[in-house]
């Protein structure tokens, strides 16, 4: 409820700057009617956020919150569109993107009570061990297909997209010169990190990093003796690394966006699964090595 009276207070305030300056109603809005947009949108989005603020978990105070919610959304993707024909409204865009995501968030906890983030783990993404039979060779093979097939993705199709975006949206901005060298020499070492991990994990925990073949065995050896998810960051500093290439600020963000996905919705659920399948041992290695800063030999407390 405190979030959607934020977001109504938020975009009344939008709202009264759109039609008090013209900057920042090109900025968000480019070249559409104001008049016309606010005949929409502040009914369904400033009053549905306020009603849903005000009348809290009750049937009128749940549709408002679900009118609002999609209401973000809906505008979201619509603005998407017309910035990337347009070359307009970037920064609409990205605030209505947040303003999107955030109105799901509380919608899920207003209807709910909580964020469902187990639900990235349901059908093929569920967490299940590997079959133990099968040779060291398999779960090689099968985790560096994984690696092809998620960088290919992660990497080599999204931070292009996000790039071309970026320029669509007029949202640029110039980076220094280094960041192109610096982003290639951290991609280096980042994939460098990636490969051992899943050489690691795959050799010796007789399994491999996939949720639907995970290893039967606790791997701490290799880069596991000092982090605790070696690949996850190696994948984020990746993910930076291609943005410096690529000279982009948004694919930046977007691995910045990852590590909060993958370290608030992610790594529980992950840690729960290792924690019930592994019991004391995993407790004393989660205890002993940090998950994002590498251990320092002496040390015993994680933070």
Same mark, same amino acid.
């Given at each position: 409820?405190?979030?959607?009276?934020?977001?109504?207070?938020?975009?009344?305030?939008?709202?009264?700057?759109?039609?008090?300056?013209?900057?920042?109603?090109?900025?968000?809005?480019?070249? &559409?009617?104001?008049?016309?947009?606010?005949?929409?949108?502040?009914? %369904?989005? =400033?009053? $549905?956020?306020? *009603? !849903? @603020? +005000?009348?809290?978990?009750?049937?009128?105070?749940?549709?408002?919150?679900?009118?609002?919610?999609?209401?973000?959304?809906?505008?979201?993707?619509? &603005?998407?569109?017309?910035?990337?024909?347009?070359?307009?409204?970037? %920064?609409? =865009?990205? $605030?209505?993107? *947040? !303003? @999107? +995501?955030?109105?799901?968030?509380?919608?899920?906890?207003?209807?709910?009570?909580?964020?469902?983030?187990?639900?990235?783990?349901?059908?093929?993404?569920?967490?299940?061990?590997?079959?133990?039979?099968?040779?060291?060779?398999?779960?090689?093979? $099968?985790?560096?297909?994984?690696?092809?097939?998620?960088?290919?993705?992660?990497?080599?199709?999204?931070?292009?997209?996000?790039?071309?975006?970026?320029?669509?949206?007029?949202?640029?901005?110039?980076?220094?010169?280094?960041?192109?060298?610096?982003?290639?020499?951290?991609?280096?070492?980042?994939?460098?990190?990636?490969?051992?991990?899943?050489?690691?994990?795959?050799?010796?925990?007789?399994?491999?990093?996939?949720?639907?073949?995970?290893?039967?065995?606790?791997?701490?050896?290799?880069?596991?003796?000092?982090?605790?998810?070696?690949?996850?960051?190696?994948?984020?500093?990746?993910?930076?690394?291609?943005?410096?290439?690529?000279?982009?600020?948004?694919?930046?963000?977007?691995?910045?966006?990852?590590?909060?996905?993958?370290?608030?919705?992610?790594?529980?659920?992950?840690?729960?699964?290792?924690?019930?399948?592994?019991?004391?041992?995993?407790?004393?290695?989660?205890?002993?090595?940090?998950?994002?800063?590498?251990?320092?030999?002496?040390?015993?407390?994680?933070?």
């Amino acid at each position: 409820m405190a979030y959607f009276a934020v977001q109504a207070v938020t975009g009344c305030l939008w709202w009264i700057s759109v039609f008090l300056s013209p900057p920042v109603r090109r900025a968000t809005l480019g070249d &559409l009617d104001p008049l016309l947009v606010a005949a929409f949108d502040i009914p %369904l989005f =400033v009053m $549905a956020s306020a *009603a !849903a @603020a +005000a009348f809290g978990r009750t049937s009128f105070g749940n549709i408002a919150a679900v009118v609002s919610a999609g209401w973000t959304v809906a505008v979201a993707v619509a &603005l998407a569109t017309y910035a990337t024909v347009t070359t307009q409204a970037g %920064l609409g =865009v990205l $605030a209505m993107g *947040a !303003a @999107a +995501a955030g109105s799901v968030a509380a919608l899920c906890v207003l209807l709910l009570g909580r964020i469902p983030t187990e639900w990235i783990i349901r059908g093929p993404f569920a967490f299940r061990p590997a079959r133990s039979r099968r040779s060291p060779e398999f779960h090689m093979a $099968a985790t560096f297909g994984q690696l092809i097939v998620f960088w290919g993705f992660f990497l080599g199709l999204v931070p292009p997209c996000l790039a071309f975006l970026e320029q669509r949206w007029g949202l640029a901005l110039e980076l220094p010169p280094v960041a192109v060298p610096a982003g290639i020499a951290i991609l280096v070492l980042a994939s460098a990190l990636g490969i051992w991990s899943a050489a690691v994990m795959s050799t010796l925990g007789d399994g491999t990093p996939l949720p639907s073949a995970m290893p039967n065995r606790l791997v701490i050896a290799g880069p596991y003796r000092w982090i605790r998810n070696p690949m996850a960051v190696a994948g984020i500093t990746q993910g930076a690394a291609v943005g410096l290439i690529l000279q982009s600020w948004l694919v930046v963000g977007y691995a910045v966006l990852g590590s909060l996905v993958w370290n608030y919705a992610v790594r529980p659920l992950e840690e729960a699964d290792l924690s019930e399948r592994f019991g004391d041992d995993f407790q004393q290695y989660r205890r002993t090595v940090r998950c994002w800063v590498p251990r320092v030999p002496g040390t015993r407390r994680t933070a």
